[in-house]
């Protein structure tokens, strides 16, 4: 009979390991938990009272903002000037003068500076537009000390100006009008990703092309 009661007393080994195990692995989550809260405490001291911008922390702002601008330039530009000297090519070949092809003085000649004049404002309306809205994001950012939709939407709105670039009044209202539509689609598919909104047809089988289509009608009866 002792020995009976002295078993039953004690717990059995199994379940000191299984306790020691459970308190090992809490006092493990805990110190990982430490862990990161001090890590988090130290980004947040290492950003300052500022939220972190889109770009690298070894990236400032402004040549962050001046980089995209003349990436987008050059692109846009090349572009462009590529367009021009294809044309060139084909009226040269309609015209049946092969030779001239090869003739870089009658390919990319200075009457045709139009086409590089135009490639410039093509240039600065694309990189004044990326540049300048990735400038004034960084500033509302830092202005409003916080990081939201209207940043967005307030710095695409003030970078739509590079328009201006273009001097052609027609060519404005084409462009602005394409625009339009993309960003009528844009908010579109955000709705309708988030099954906020959706239009009637949506659901066949590229049927949100079919009404992307439908929206850029307007583009083309008022393109002169």
Sequence with gaps: MPSLSKSTSSPPPRLHRDSSDAERRLREAEERLREA???LHRRNAAH???PPC???PDESCAAHAIGNLCQSFLLSYGVRVGIGILLRAFKLARGKSYSSLLDLKQLVSEKDLIVREEACRVGLL???FTGSYHALRCFLRKFRRKETPI???LAGSVAGLSVLALDD???RRTLALYLLA????SSYNSAK???KFHLWGSHWRHGDALLFALACAQVNQSSP
């Design 37 to 39: 809260i001090e890590d």
């Design 48 to 50: 300052g009272p500022y």
């Design 54 to 56: 889109d770009h690298g």
């Design 126 to 128: 694309f990189g004044g």
């Design 151 to 153: 940043n967005a939407f």
């Design 169 to 171: 009044s027609n060519r």
């Design 182 to 185: 993309r960003v009528a689609q």
């Design 193 to 195: 990703s988030k099954n």
